[in-house]
């Protein structure tokens, strides 16, 4: 048997990798390339294994595990959620995934994905208001303006065109923070003193909040018709964003039923509530937004899937570039059967 040089090698993208490879494209350009992954692999989501995430809760947070296959490639992502860890100067969510070979079971790559799942996150986000959003939407509310509130601005933007942005979060150097880093993007944008303010004249309003609590970031009497809720904050059992009222009145689109019905805004109804399937919109099998003055809902809670779409856009971006490092992460003897003599030899 011919060795196969460098097995034991597995490329890794650092943060500091993820960045330059970001800058070197373009931030536009790259929410716009993900998205087109995303939407690729929704196209084909029934040749997928799919299952809900593993989750272990604790009263500080969760640990996830979030496994994809598509029979020919293998992705995971553990990801955690700690809402008090950004008073501890910490990322309330943190990241890193894997892409691996099925026919070998070898890993092809290892990547950091707390910059990577704040921008597939924008990225499905917008994939979604494309067949849900009412047309020719230019106005969106940002509710939490933490850190995925830039990445949903800019994914937007780059896909649907929306530039007008009204601000809101409970912390005003939040919002702040915000707007300092989307003014030279082209943005108008209004900073509110509530969240009645900030739905003021919108479209489209993403609610992006952190604390593990059921909540009511927007009331029933907030949402008239016409209008696209995107809601990514509530994203495990027992955190929500949405009044129950506002659910009753919504067309209600999901990525995975069995998990957002156990972390979704939609855990707040009956197991039985009628739900739609985002893939089944983008393949044309079932119907997004449908008149004018229909609520449409996005319940998002993240699913692997996006992460194994983000992984192989990142697998084929980065291999022509010098943003990785050589990991040496795997055993690679002489002789297969023989492990334990590669330590004898090692010595």
């Known amino acids: 048997m011919t060795p196969i040089p460098n097995l034991n090698i597995v490329p ?23 998205a087109a992954y995303v939407e690729d692999d929704f196209l084909r989501w ?26 020919s490639l293998y992705a995971f992502k553990y990801v955690n959620g700690h809402p008090k860890n950004t008073r501890e100067g910490r990322q309330t969510v943190t990241a890193f995934g894997l892409l691996a070979d099925v026919s070998n079971g070898y890993p092809t790559l290892l990547s950091e994905m707390t910059i990577l799942t704040a921008l597939r996150t924008a990225a499905t986000s917008a994939v979604a208001a494309k067949y849900l959003a009412p047309k020719n939407a230019h106005t969106m509310a940002i509710i939490g303006n933490g850190a995925q509130s830039e990445f949903q601005a800019m994914a937007f933007k780059a896909l649907l065109g929306v530039k007008t942005l009204r601000l809101y979060d409970i912390d005003p150097a939040a919002t702040k923070k915000c707007m300092a880093n989307l003014q030279k993007y082209g943005f108008d944008i209004t900073p509110c003193g509530s969240v009645e303010e900030a739905m003021h004249g919108v479209q489209i309003v993403t609610t992006a909040t952190a604390d593990k609590q059921c909540a009511t970031i927007l009331s029933d009497n907030l949402v008239g018709a016409g209008l696209h809720i995107n809601a990514i904050g509530g994203d495990c059992p027992g955190k929500t964003e949405l009044h129950r009222d506002i659910l009753l009145r919504s067309d209600i689109f999901v990525e995975y039923p069995p998990q957002t019905r156990i972390e979704g805004e939609i855990q707040q109804l009956p197991q039985d509530h009628a739900v739609q399937e ?35 856009y990142v697998r084929d971006q980065v291999r022509h570039t010098p943003f990785f490092e050589e990991l040496d992460m795997l055993a690679d003897p002489d002789d297969p059967r023989d492990l334990f003599g590669m330590i004898l030899r090692a010595a």
């Open 46 to 71: 029934e040749s997928f294994d799919k299952t809900a995430r593993v989750a272990a809760h604790s009263i500080d947070g969760v640990i996830e595990l979030m496994p994809a296959s598509d029979h």
């Open 278 to 312: 985002l893939w089944q919109v983008i393949a044309g099998q079932a119907q997004g937004r449908k008149s004018a003055g229909q609520i449409t809902l996005f319940d998002s809670v993240g699913f692997a899937i996006e992460d194994f779409s983000a992984l192989r």
């Open 12 to 34: 890794f993208v650092s943060v500091d990798n993820m960045m330059k490879l970001i800058l070197k494209i373009g931030i536009e350009t790259f929410l716009t390339d993900l």
